[in-house]
């Protein structure tokens, strides 16, 4: 079956290294997008692309990048990581831009 | 600037009891609003989309229906296993999704 995995589940890293979380999908959906979820803010959108070598920057982007370099992968790379960056974090993938969003698992990141 | 609300944050019912979650929406140009269903510690899972006011759609003991300012979506003789968050989303014109907080709700047997 087609599906959306990320890895790792769990990561726990220390301030100023660089992390990176993979999602990946085998739906061959063109869009694809990183979210990051907190207490008290619900999903909030990190990067997004809408294609292979597209990437476009949501409402909370600093501090993180994104590359597209094939259709099923959106790796999520946090340059140097903070305190303020622990959260679970979700990728999901659409068809289109007016489809329904899938999600995957989600990864918990501790940034101590 | 879109904006989503959820009401209420949490809500607990007894096994059997209806009840309806509410997700308000300020958004330009609505294309559509979504619900999802999360378990703890997993991802949303997708529920139902809704496109134009008027619009009701079912699955088994949820129902969720659509105004031009808000969404419900109404929860018959709920079960134990009915007991998750319930997210609400909107796309509008910058096609991007904006997801609500959140309602939690437990479903006590």
């Known amino acids: 079956d087609a599906e959306i995995t990320q890895s790792p589940r769990h990561k726990i890293t220390e301030t100023g290294r660089q992390v990176t979380l993979a999602c990946h999908q085998t739906?061959?959906?063109?869009?694809m997008f990183w979210y990051r979820q907190d207490l008290g803010h619900g999903l909030r959108l990190i990067h997004y692309s809408y294609g292979v070598q597209d990437t476009n920057k949501g409402e909370v982007s600093d501090g993180y990048s994104v590359s597209r370099s094939n259709t099923e992968d959106l790796p999520l790379t946090l340059e140097s990581a903070a305190s303020s960056q622990t959260s679970v974090y979700f990728c999901?993938?659409?068809?289109?831009?007016?489809?329904?969003?899938?999600f995957g698992p989600g990864t918990r990141l501790t940034v101590l | 600037e879109d904006q989503v609300t959820q009401s209420p944050e949490a809500l607990r019912l007894q096994e059997g009891e209806s009840s309806s979650l509410n997700c308000s929406y300020t958004?330009?140009?609505?294309?559509?609003l979504f619900w999802y269903r999360q378990d703890p510690g997993k991802g949303p899972e997708f529920l139902f989309t809704l496109y134009s006011a008027g619009e009701e759609k079912e699955k088994e003991r949820l129902k969720a229906t659509l105004t031009k300012k808000e969404s419900f979506l109404h929860i018959t003789a709920p079960k134990p296993e009915d007991s998750a968050t319930y997210l609400c989303?909107?796309?509008?014109?910058?096609?991007?999704?904006?997801f609500g907080p959140g309602t939690r709700l437990s479903v006590l047997p």
């Open positions: 958004v330009s140009g609505l294309r559509g």
């Open positions: 739906w061959n959906h063109n869009n």
């Open positions: 999901a993938s659409s068809r289109q831009n007016t489809d329904t969003q899938y």
């Open positions: 989303a909107v796309q509008a014109g910058g096609q991007n999704f904006v």
